[in-house]
């Protein structure tokens, strides 16, 4: 473990050296225990961003793509262990960007919330229990959301939505009725260009707080949440330049929850270690990459390290780093 000085001049025995990762290899499918080459392609009119979820519970993982440039949603249905079906499209609000999966309206069914980039809106497509969806419900927010994220921000049990707002310098949060509409959004201002907003409990006061990396300021922001729906703002930290869609994980054991951010101008992807006060210090800064846009984060060689995943724009590949910490 190395002992290191981070940015705040504190000797921090947390943070580890470069070399606590490797990558990135560019990989796509996955199997129990690395990662092959195969990957499966469908049309799309500019997707932007996937996730997923089980949405005709048949207890198989399906697959949802925003589509920006026909301004719908792709739902791809896994049947058995076979590849993904032929797409269902279901029409969106102009240039979708971003999509999260919650249940919205209590129902048991895995909805999809989309943030409609060039329309200013989020939409809620609720699932019908077979696989399709309603037609979405608009709400509004600033304008040009780029992310979106969920969680319980007022202690209700029930979904709460949150938007970074890159064209209006703002995050939006929408409280949630649980029948799958929201309240009218409130707005907070933020330093510019937010392009990235994630929710955790980065203080542990069993309250979820937001962590907000904002493009033209490069910084990271931490919004301490007041359980009743607001936020306080708490830190900032300096990044590098042009931080973009990042993620949260413990990447070095000390149950801290740490922040990835990968630097969209650069080769670069950074790790900043929690401090344990909800400030984040001491930078890592991983190599090899093309143009990286966004992070995702999870256990991919099944050691019980978190590993990093990283979409490269430049060479339209998936890169991963391998967490080798001890």
Same mark, same amino acid.
């Given at each position: 473990?190395?002992?290191?000085?981070?940015?705040?001049?504190?000797?921090? $025995?947390?943070? %580890?050296? /470069?070399?606590?990762?490797?990558?990135?290899?560019?990989?796509?499918? %996955?199997?129990?225990?690395?990662?092959?080459?195969? +990957?499966? $392609?469908? /049309?799309?009119?500019?997707?932007?961003?996937?996730?997923?979820?089980?949405?005709?519970?048949?207890? $198989?993982?399906?697959?949802?793509?925003? +589509?920006? %440039?026909?301004?719908?949603?792709?739902?791809?249905?896994?049947? &058995? +262990?076979?590849?993904?079906?032929?797409?269902?499209?279901?029409?969106?609000?102009?240039?979708?960007?971003?999509?999260?999966?919650?249940?919205?309206?209590?129902?048991?069914?895995?909805?999809?919330?989309?943030?409609?980039?060039?329309?200013?809106?989020?939409?809620?497509?609720?699932?019908?229990?077979?696989?399709?969806?309603?037609?979405? +419900?608009?709400?509004?927010?600033?304008?040009?959301?780029?992310?979106?994220?969920?969680?319980?921000?007022?202690?209700?049990?029930?979904?709460?939505?949150?938007?970074?707002?890159?064209?209006?310098?703002?995050?939006?949060?929408?409280?949630?009725? &649980?029948?799958?509409?929201?309240?009218?959004?409130?707005?907070?201002?933020?330093?510019?260009?937010?392009?990235?907003?994630?929710?955790?409990?980065?203080?542990?006061?069993?309250?979820?707080?937001?962590?907000?990396?904002?493009?033209?300021?490069?910084?990271?922001?931490?919004?301490?949440?007041?359980?009743?729906?607001?936020?306080?703002?708490?830190?900032?930290?300096?990044?590098?330049?042009?931080?973009?869609?990042?993620?949260?994980?413990?990447?070095?054991?000390?149950?801290?929850?740490?922040?990835?951010?990968?630097?969209?101008?650069?080769?670069?992807?950074?790790?900043?270690?929690?401090?344990?006060?909800?400030?984040?210090? $001491?930078?890592?800064?991983?190599?090899?990459?093309?143009?990286?846009?966004?992070?995702?984060?999870?256990?991919?060689?099944?050691?019980?390290?978190?590993?990093?995943?990283?979409?490269?724009?430049?060479?339209?590949?998936?890169?991963?780093?391998?967490?080798?910490?001890?």
């Amino acid at each position: 473990m190395a002992q290191m000085v981070n940015s705040y001049g504190i000797i921090d $025995h947390s943070c %580890g050296r /470069n070399d606590h990762f490797y990558g990135t290899d560019n990989l796509f499918c %996955g199997t129990s225990d690395h990662f092959y080459g195969t +990957n499966d $392609h469908w /049309n799309a009119t500019t997707p932007y961003a996937a996730a997923v979820g089980d949405f005709n519970q048949d207890n $198989h993982t399906d697959v949802v793509v925003t +589509n920006c %440039g026909s301004w719908n949603v792709a739902v791809f249905l896994r049947y &058995g +262990n076979g590849p993904l079906a032929s797409g269902m499209f279901f029409a969106t609000s102009a240039c979708p960007v971003a999509a999260l999966i919650g249940d919205f309206n209590q129902d048991n069914r895995l909805d999809i919330a989309v943030a409609n980039k060039n329309s200013n809106n989020i939409g809620i497509l609720l699932d019908l229990g077979n696989g399709s969806f309603a037609s979405q +419900n608009i709400f509004s927010v600033d304008s040009t959301p780029f992310t979106i994220a969920t969680g319980d921000f007022n202690q209700d049990g029930r979904f709460d939505l949150v938007t970074a707002n890159s064209g209006s310098n703002s995050v939006s949060v929408l409280l949630g009725y &649980g029948n799958g509409s929201f309240a009218t959004q409130m707005s907070m201002a933020i330093g510019a260009s937010p392009y990235s907003v994630v929710v955790s409990d980065f203080n542990h006061d069993n309250l979820l707080d937001l962590a907000v990396t904002t493009t033209s300021a490069s910084s990271v922001n931490v919004f301490l949440g007041q359980g009743n729906g607001s936020f306080i703002m708490h830190s900032t930290t300096s990044t590098n330049i042009d931080p973009y869609v990042s993620a949260v994980a413990d990447f070095n054991g000390d149950n801290l929850l740490d922040i990835v951010i990968p630097h969209y101008t650069t080769t670069a992807v950074s790790v900043f270690c929690d401090l344990g006060n909800a400030t984040f210090g $001491h930078l890592l800064s991983l190599s090899g990459a093309s143009a990286p846009g966004i992070v995702a984060v999870g256990d991919f060689n099944q050691d019980n390290r978190t590993d990093i995943a990283v979409i490269n724009y430049s060479s339209s590949t998936l890169g991963i780093y391998l967490n080798t910490y001890q």
